[in-house]
């Protein structure tokens, strides 16, 4: 039937038109954004999950950061620690040379004054970002012997978890300025025969002489600077067990958020190939969507001969 007043043909053409205009209208939206999903009025469920992944690799992004602070400062530790075995081994050999009799032990004392002034300026310089294990103050209020590297960032069903990796610096530190407690190096011990309290850090042998009770006293000496040795290489090599632990955490997490962004990419990114091809036929489809429009609106003209 041919009506006047209501053109089928153009409504029908003008409805695939329009539906042809918003399918070309999207395409271009996700070649111009590089978005398959955008908006949550794209796929809600999607725009949810990749907004969520999006923050935790921004939190992940923050802990990797946190290894690297921790990992300078374990790395200031270490290299501190192992240049202080290198002054208290000179010590050690300073002390068994000294116990050849008749040799000059006060000028070999001399020689350890150096070695141990040292040993405080290392100790005090192994500070990083404020943070400094080897030289402490256990009295202090806000004293805490366990310290922790932020490790990993976790979402669970029951919330966010944060991972940690924990060092104990009670084992490591060389100097405690409390009263009550002591480092490898302010450690004391009583000489047998003397009674001298003394510590690697404050040791003087300035006085001792040939005697038997002298020497056994020297040889006591020597044993507790080679404890404080045996003590400092089993901290430097807890110091570098956590150091290799951060190291392989870093590697990790850049993995694992390399993982996350290639999860989001599946689920959100646009495939170009498929949108460039989708265009084409989508522009093809518009010009013969307008020119369907333009026959069916200009088939009316036809009904104006019937009445000639």
């Known amino acids: 039937m041919s009506s006047i007043r209501t053109n089928f043909a153009a409504m029908t053409a003008l409805q695939t038109l329009n539906q042809t205009n918003k399918m070309l209208e999207q395409t271009q939206d996700r070649i111009s954004t590089g978005y398959r999903v955008s908006t949550a009025a794209d796929n809600a469920a999607y725009w949810s999950i990749a907004t969520t992944m999006r923050s935790d690799n921004k939190a ?14 374990i790395d200031v530790a270490y290299t501190a620690l192992d240049k202080s075995i290198d002054v208290v081994t000179e010590i050690k050999a300073k002390l068994v040379a000294a116990r050849e009799p008749g040799v000059d032990r006060t000028a070999i004392q001399a ?16 500070s990083f970002s404020g943070e400094n294990w080897l030289n402490v103050d256990s009295s202090a209020t806000s004293y805490n012997s366990t310290k922790t590297v932020v490790a990993s960032f976790t979402r669970t069903s029951t919330g966010i978890q944060i991972g940690t990796i924990s060092i104990n610096i009670d084992s490591v530190k060389l ?10 190096l302010d450690k004391t011990a009583t000489t047998p025969n003397g009674a001298v309290t003394y510590s690697v850090a404050t040791l003087d042998i300035s006085t001792l002489t040939d005697s038997a009770n002298d020497l056994q006293d020297l040889e006591a000496i020597i044993g507790t600077v080679d404890t404080a040795i045996s003590d400092m290489t089993t901290a430097a090599s807890n110091l570098g067990a956590a150091k290799q632990r951060v190291d392989l955490q870093s590697d990790f997490i850049n993995s694992l958020t ?39 609106n200009s088939s009316s003209q036809t009904i104006l001969s019937l009445f000639r």
């Open 60 to 73: 992940l992004s923050a802990v990797k950061d946190a290894l690297g602070l921790g990992k300078a400062t």
């Open 111 to 126: 020689e350890i004054d150096e070695l141990q002034n040292q040993l405080q300026n290392i100790a005090q310089s192994a």
């Open 175 to 184: 100097f405690d300025a409390s009263a009550t407690a002591t480092g490898i």
């Open 258 to 296: 390399d993982a996350i962004d290639r999860g989001i990419s599946q689920l959100v990114d646009a495939d170009m190939n498929a949108e460039s091809t989708r265009l084409k036929a989508l522009q093809v489809q518009q010009q013969l969507g307008v020119q369907a429009l333009s026959i069916a």
